[in-house]
């Protein structure tokens, strides 16, 4: 037998804000879950994953404020529930106005420098020297 939420879906305790704030959310939600259910509406642009004391919470940042209406509009007045892996996903805009994930360009996935040192002057070289070619290649990959 499903178990019916008394959670209302929505909460309208917040003004308009293009970051969307979703509750509920199944064990460990993916950026590619949250970016599929955003994109019917419009480009997401940031997302912040696994969020709150249970990590079933999430953000989503939409480019354009309209869209973000757009999404909460639509799932007010649908008689579906917004859902991930058929778990019904609560609603709400924000009260951020983006998201900020704090991240420097060397902790993003992907970001990895390998490097072999040869030869006697192999010694010579410090972590320092190490951490500077690291973020000159990163900044090369970002030209």
């Known amino acids: 037998m499903a ?3 008394t959670q209302p879906q929505f909460r309208y305790t917040q003004p308009p804000s293009k970051v969307l704030h979703l509750r509920n959310l199944p064990w460990e939600c993916t950026e590619e879950e949250l970016i599929e259910l955003g994109k019917p509406f419009g480009k997401v642009v940031n997302t912040k994953c696994n969020v709150g004391a249970n ?3 999430a953000f989503i940042e ?20 917004a859902q991930v ?3 019904t996903v609560y609603l709400q805009y924000s009260n951020r106005q ?5 991240k420097t360009a060397a902790d993003v996935a992907g970001n990895v420098l390998l ?4 030869g006697e002057d192999a010694r010579l070289v410090s972590i320092d020297v190490l951490h500077l070619a690291h973020i000159k290649a990163i900044s090369l990959m970002a030209a």
């Open 115 to 118: 490097v072999t040192i040869e």
């Open 3 to 5: 178990s019916v939420s």
């Open 98 to 102: 983006e998201i900020v994930n704090n």
């Open 85 to 87: 892996r058929g778990k």
């Open 55 to 57: 990590r079933n919470q």
């Open 62 to 81: 939409f480019q354009d404020l309209n869209q973000a209406i757009a999404m909460i509009s639509y799932y007010a007045s649908s008689s579906e529930p």
